[in-house]
């Protein structure tokens, strides 16, 4: 609780000096403690604070009661949304646990579909997020106003973030020589995907892992669900024509896999190919399994569990700033190892007072 109420005390409070009824520290604390109980609107969460004024005036200030659910939307509309980030960003790393050395921080971009507004034509918020596999939780995100934008959004999160000594993860949007580099001058890691985006580079990795010979190979067999899936796994030195012709910031290897799947006696076959700045003896097979956790354990949780593509707040900088807030309250009940799951989480949160205090204070 200390260390959230000092991260929103050095956000710059955008109102009026001597004219704002309620503290900005209180707004944002009330929001992240409803938002953990199930609230997803600014109404539920002026529901919350008065259902629980009385528990509340024991950990907030509060000189003018519980904020109306308008004063909450015009506080979310004006809040800094950079600076939020940056400060989420700060409080994250501060939950992570067993150093960042070997540690598989995933990137990548989700479409706030709920934000879309139609009637003025503008496009759907869209946030790349980044997700550290290990402790299972969000680092960091960055807006963009179109996924296009990822290219520039990526190395703005990469700043934001303490990557030293880990191993960044990024889909074929991401595989860009600035964002390698960026990596590497971070003292990270990078497995960057191989697609059509990077149309010359996929040609010359496909005819080498074609000609040469695998420096390391792995197999790894996954079942379950009624499907058994093989993923081949070669890793392979980059030739000099590939390190010279492309200069890829501290490339070190090229990487095959080979991944078949067989469902009710069907089977399928997908070839991925990735570069990457470590060497070929490393375990890409489960680096690059686990890099799809930011989809499964984030991108999905925000979706089922927190309902963000149904939630309709069209002013991008409160939806911008709100997801932070979700991205708070997810993070906090990520910390809590007990084995319920997330939605019985909240719900045990929502109906006891003294395990919502507990979660605050992991």
């Known amino acids: 609780m200390a260390t959230m109420y000092e991260t929103f005390c050095k956000l710059s409070d955008p109102r009026v000096v001597g004219r704002s009824s309620h503290k900005l520290t209180d707004i944002l604390i009330l929001s992240v403690l409803a938002v953990i109980c199930g609230a997803d609107t600014y109404d539920a969460i002026e529901l919350f604070g008065k259902a629980h004024h ?7 200030q509060l000189p003018n009661g519980i904020p109306s659910h308008d004063t909450i939307n015009r506080v979310f509309q004006s809040i800094d949304a950079r600076g939020f980030e940056r400060l989420f960003a700060e409080w994250a790393s501060g939950l992570r646990e067993g150093g960042k050395a070997g540690e598989v921080v995933a990137i990548d971009g989700k479409t706030m579909r709920g934000s879309k507004d139609t009637y003025h034509g503008k496009n759907p918020l869209h946030i790349v997020s980044a997700w550290s596999v290990a402790n299972g939780l969000c680092l960091g995100q960055y807006r963009t106003d179109d996924k296009s934008n990822e290219i520039t959004a990526i190395p703005q999160l990469i700043e934001m973030l303490d990557i030293k000594g880990s191993i960044v993860t990024i889909d074929a949007m991401g595989t860009q020589k600035d964002i390698a580099e960026k990596i ?11 697609k059509g985006n990077q149309e010359t580079l996929l040609e010359d990795v496909e005819a080498m892992c074609g000609f040469e010979r ?8 996954d079942k379950g ?4 899936e093989v993923r081949h796994c070669q890793a392979f030195e980059p030739d000099a024509i590939i390190r010279m012709d ?3 910031k501290g490339l070190n290897s090229i990487v095959k896999v ?11 076959s997908e070839v991925r190919y990735y570069i990457s700045s470590l060497p070929a003896n490393s375990p890409f097979n489960t680096y690059i399994r686990s890099h799809w956790e930011v989809e499964n354990k984030l991108h999905w949780t925000l979706d089922m569990t927190f309902g963000e593509d149904q939630q309709r707040k069209r002013c991008k900088k409160a939806a911008e700033n709100f997801s932070i807030v979700r991205k708070f309250a997810l993070n906090i009940l990520k910390k809590d190892n007990s084995k319920l799951s997330l939605i019985n989480k909240r719900l045990k949160a929502a109906w006891n007072w003294n395990y919502l205090m507990h979660l605050l204070q992991i």
Request: hydrophobic share 40%; glycine share 12%.
């Open 54 to 60: 009385e528990e509340l005036k024991g950990i907030l």
């Open 246 to 248: 492309h200069k890829w």
């Open 258 to 268: 080979k991944a078949t799947r067989s469902i009710g006696g069907q089977e399928t």
């Open 184 to 194: 590497v001058e971070a003292g990270a890691d990078y497995i960057l995907a191989v």
């Open 225 to 228: 669900h009624g499907r058994i």
């Open 214 to 221: 695998p420096a390391t190979e792995d197999v790894d067999v």
